[in-house]
């Protein structure tokens, strides 16, 4: 079954004439939960085997993300993203991990959590192909305490393909520039490629605090350039859905 999922995965990206092969690929799991167990059963299984498996694979970028909404919500989510060079080694990297032995003992309460107890009520992946314009992960410049930290997922759903392509246009021609020049500090900016919002882009943003996040935004709404930009008739109507989702790292996230 696994072999199908990749083999699918595969073929959908290679029959995709427009993506950059010399881009990062980036894969990012939503694990949704509702208990105060499930949570610490995913944090565990995060925490002591799959980012240490993955570490030993030479993947040091990893993030795991925790929305500031959790707090209130009924529908809880934790975020892993992950950076890839293909999505071949996504493939590769999931045969090596059911032969990890190290992995499959550290991991053995989410792994082998029985139906009645399950670790998350849904797991969600998503793919992206990170754009021509910033086309490799950026870890964030934030200095002060890690848990002030806020990360800002965005999602940009278009209502057609043509919208959605146009939208990614308007970042690569000028709106990265603009949240470059006024510091966002983005970590990626990618296509989503599989999903079940598409068409659809994400980018993560990052920001020492609350308040820096609401100074910066504010900057970006002021910015002659970006008054300029969104005042093109070309770029008008390409987005239709706008899901902001705000978020803190976890304490053993890389960043």
């Known amino acids: 079954m696994k072999q199908n999922v990749a083999l699918i995965i595969c073929s959908f990206f290679f029959l995709t004439p427009t993506k950059n092969f010399a881009n990062d690929i980036y894969e990012i799991t939503a694990y949704h939960f509702k208990e105060a167990q499930q949570e610490i059963t995913l944090d565990t299984y995060l925490q002591t085997a799959l980012l240490p498996a993955l570490h030993r694979k030479d993947k040091k970028s990893i993030g795991v993300f925790k929305p500031i909404a959790n707090d209130t919500s009924a529908d809880k989510i934790i975020y892993l993203i992950v950076p890839y060079k293909s999505l071949d080694e996504i493939a590769a990297l999931q045969k090596g991990l059911d032969k990890d032995q ?30 021509e314009t910033s086309p490799t992960m950026n870890l964030p410049k934030l200095n002060g305490d890690k848990k002030d930290h806020v990360y800002e997922l965005r999602s940009y759903e278009s209502p057609t393909e043509s919208y959605h392509i146009n939208k990614v246009k308007m970042f690569n021609s000028g709106e990265i520039d603009i949240f470059t020049k006024l510091s966002f500090n983005a970590v990626f900016y990618g296509d989503v490629i599989i999903g079940s919002h598409m068409p659809n882009l994400m980018y993560l943003t990052s920001f020492e605090n609350m308040a820096e996040h609401d100074v910066h935004w504010k900057s970006f709404g002021d910015d002659a350039d970006t008054k300029k930009m969104f005042a093109i008739d070309e770029y008008k109507n390409n987005v239709s859905k706008a899901d902001i989702i705000l978020m803190h790292a976890a304490s053993y996230s890389d960043y």
Do not use: C, D, H, W
């Open 102 to 131: 190290v992995y499959l003992e550290a991991g053995k309460q989410y792994l082998n959590a029985s139906y009645q107890t399950p670790p998350y009520t849904r797991m969600e992946k998503i793919i992206l192909t990170a754009f």
